[in-house]
Each structure stands twice: as structure tokens, then as C-alpha cells.
């Protein structure tokens, strides 16, 4: 395949929006130092600007507890009328975030059981999930939780934060209520906000799969309730429950008896269970662009933010620890037309708990940095992404390999990955490379099977389930992304390069003028 790169071709800016912010599970692990020093690694290597957690508000960070809350003192007469109201907790792993660099991205979740209507829990660590037994006292303590916040931080630091409010209400493991209900919840919310600061952004509705914009729009204009930017998520398939049917329920049960009956540990029967790679190779190649286009279209003069996306939504997904994830990241962030104020992947930290927060070393978590601190693929084809010169070149259609061409000016730089659904999908493509301009030198960055593949260098040191710190250290310098000088032909005013990757491989060429 042959592909011609003109550096006087027509520009326009690089698009950055992915660096917006990461998403990190929930609130409470923001208390861990590792945590904190794995988002620091993706605000200082990735330019990452904020942090978007779920929880924020759940019992675990205490803001709202009773006397009756203690089983010691569940007897006491008026227990739950003797309560205190305090954000400490979340201040605490606020400012973790801002001492790294980054801004909290502040998801209104979850409902304190205080303040509970029902008693409907989510994921593993045991979120309420129901609306307010009473919108006024919700309001109240919303009101009391921004005022802390722009007393802590101060008025300005506050007004460039986002408030967004909840996390898929669309979904029944995060709210157990109906699309009014939640509509009903925006509107409390937002409006309690705006009390204290009309400056503050909130927005929502913070779906799956870009649902229900049309009508929260809809909701918002006819009520007049304030909706600053419009935030949505997609995954490819999404949502987790769309690929359930008959013979994927068969093979779940078929995997985990399996399990039992051969011992295979939690990790091993988690991936049996749901990694279905036949369902997911049938996904459109850049689906994404189509669904941000739409969202876009659908949120008109409002800014739209993908607060969650991933190559997969489900985890124990081998893909997330493999080239796969850096591929289709990178693949995904080429795509990217300004539709999207903010593109926000989905997460940071493989230390993550809404099913399990499983010990083993690459386990297929959401995370572009390992449990231990260990950058994996998509962390490094992020870091590609960082690299790019300011502008981007026209480039013609490359066909099933994707490519985008950028320049400072008198440089070049080509990322190209033949990403592809299809996992198991291993095919050699050889490019024929043109540069209109004479090279002085030519560099390249790869993600492969050979380069920047942790979870290969752990599994030859025998699959070990606890890393020590010398393991560690060896499996990040041996899987660091390098840049390497690679031959080039210079003629007739021209530089001509030669190259050979496989599908899901991505690579950074740097092409720099004489």
C-alpha cells in the first residue's frame, strides 16, 4: 500500500479534546496514594486536565451520617433525628486531585441513605441508587455542598470545575427510578447549584449510549432548568446488557461451572464468562464518529462532553491490557472533528471496584496504568497522541489503515494502526511512505507485540500474581515507549520510507526537514 504525505496540504488545528480528563471509579480510592500517583503519571505524561469519579456523595465518604448508622447504637431512642452534615472527606481527595494538577470533573452521585427514599444498592461497593425521599432536603444539602466547595477552593477555582449530574440513570445497577424520575432529579439538582453560584456549569443528562438527549433537552427548555453542556457515554456494543441473549447466558453458565469444576481462579473466570470477541468483531469501525456527530447535532449550541468511552465496556477484557485498547484509542481520537468539547476515556487507574478489584497483575481492567503504576499500551498510544505537532494535514483515504498526518510547519509526524475489531485478526500490512520533502532524519514509536506489551514481558517472568518491586521496575523499562531511527531514501526532492505492522499495531513516525 502506498501513501503520499504533503506537507504543504491543507491544515487545520490538532484535535486535543481526549486530554480533557480520565475517569477513575469512585471517590473513595482517590484517598489512595497509588491512585493519586497513577493520575499524576497520566497529567505529566498525557496532559491530562481532570478527574471524573462516581460516588462522590455515597456513604463511604461520610458527608451525611446518624447515630443510627452504628449498630451499636441502632436502640437509641430518635437515633436518625441526631445526624451531622460535613464534606471533609471530599475535600480530602479533592485536593489529592488539584495537588497533582488535576481539576475535579464533579459527578453528583450517589444518594446518601439519609436522605434515601428506598434502599436499592449498585455495583460492589454499595452505592444508593434511589431518588431523595425528599427533593427539598436534597436540595438543601446540594446547596450546602457547593457552598463548601467555593469556601474551600474559592469562587473562580470552583467556576471551572463541571458539575454533572449523576452517572447513567438510564441503567438500573446506577438508578433505580425512570427517566422523569431522573429528569425530576436534574431539575432539583441543577437548580440548587445555580442558587449559589449561577456561574457554575451543570449539565447532564450523563447517559449510556447517548440516550435520551433529545428529551432532557426538551425537559430543560420547557421547565426552564438550567443545562450548561450536554454529557453522554458510548462503548462499542454498548451498553453492557446489549449483548446478552440466549447463547451468550449458555456460555456464562457453561464458563463458570467450568471454573469450578477446574479451580480456575475469579480472574480466569470472569474473562471466560464475558469476553464474547466473536460478538464484538461484528461492531462498525468508527461508530463512534457517527454517535458523536449525532449528539452533537442533538445538543445543538451546547457544548457536548463524552464523559466515558473504551473499546469495551466490559471488564476482564484481555483487550484492555493489549494493543487492541491502544489501537482502537488511538483510532478512535484520529476520528475527532470538534464534535466534542471534552473526550473523557474511561479509566485512569486499574485499581477499580465496581465489580472487583481483582490482585492479579493485568486482569483486564478499564485502566490505561496498571494495579501496580505499569503504563500499558493504551497509555503509551495516548502518549503518542500528546506528542503531536499543533496542525493537521489533509490526507487522502488510506483505506482500512488509519493514518493522520500532522506538522509544526517544516516537520512531519504519521500515526497509522490498522485497528480492527476483529481480535483475533493477525494480518501483515506493508506501506510504501512518500514525503514531499527531503528528511535529514526519520524516527519511529511502535505499540506491538515486541513494544510497550507489559502484560508479554509479565507473562514470560511465569505469571506471577504479586509483583515484586524490582519486577516492576524491569517490566516498565522493558516496556517504555522508545523512538527509534528506521532507514529512509532521499530523492528528488523526496524521502521514502518503508514499513511493516500487523493489525491492532500503532505507530508514530517523525519525519524531520533538512
Known sequence: MKINISRNSNTKPTNFSWQAGFGNCHAYLLHRTDIIEHIKLAHDELGIKSIRCHGVLDDDMLTYQRMGDCRMFRTVPGKNKIKEINFRQVGHIYDNLLSVGVKPFVELSFMPSALASGKKLGLRYNPNITMPKSPKQ?????????????????????????????????????FAGSRKDYFKLY???????????????????????????PEFLAFCKENDVPCDFVSTHHYPGDAFGNFINLSNVKKMFSASR???????????????????????????????????????????????????WNSMAVFGSPVHDEKYSAAFAVK???????????????????????????????????????????????????????QLYPDRLELADTGNVDCGAFTDGKNVQLVITPQDGDYCKDEQIKLDITFDFEAADVTVQKIDDDNCNPKRIWKEMGYPNNLTKSQVAEIKEKSSLREEKIPFAVSNGKTDVKLSLRTNDVVLITVRSK
Do not use: H
Request: aromatic share 16%; hydrophobic share 40%.
Open 332 to 386: 478512535t481520537c484520529l476520528d475527532l472533528d470538534g464534535s466534542a468539547e471534552g473526550y473523557m476515556f474511561w479509566c485512569c487507574s486499574d485499581l477499580f471496584e465496581e465489580q472487583f478489584m481483582l490482585p492479579r497483575p493485568f486482569v483486564g481492567s478499564f485502566g490505561v496504568v496498571s494495579s501496580d503504576g505499569i503504563p500499558k499500551p493504551n497509555f503509551w498510544g495516548f502518549k503518542m497522541l500528546s
Open 258 to 308: 467450568n471454573a469450578v469444576k477446574n479451580n480456575k481462579k475469579l480472574s480466569e473466570a470472569m474473562t471466560e464468562m464475558f469476553f464474547l470477541p466473536d460478538d464484538w468483531k461484528r461492531w462498525e469501525k468508527g461508530i463512534f464518529k457517527k454517535m458523536d456527530k449525532k449528539a452533537k447535532e442533538q445538543a445543538g449550541d451546547l457544548p457536548l462532553i463524552i464523559t466515558e
Open 138 to 174: 436534597w436540595s438543601e444539602y446540594i446547596t450546602g455542598f457547593i457552598c463548601f466547595l467555593i469556601d474551600r477552593y474559592g469562587r473562580d477555582e470552583v467556576e471551572s470545575w463541571y458539575f454533572e449530574v449523576w452517572n447513567e440513570p438510564d441503567l438500573s445497577c446506577f
Open 187 to 213: 431539575e432539583a439538582t441543577a437548580k440548587a447549584v445555580k442558587s449559589v453560584d449561577r456561574n457554575l456549569r451543570v449539565g447532564g443528562p450523563s447517559t449510556s449510549a447517548c440516550k435520551w438527549i
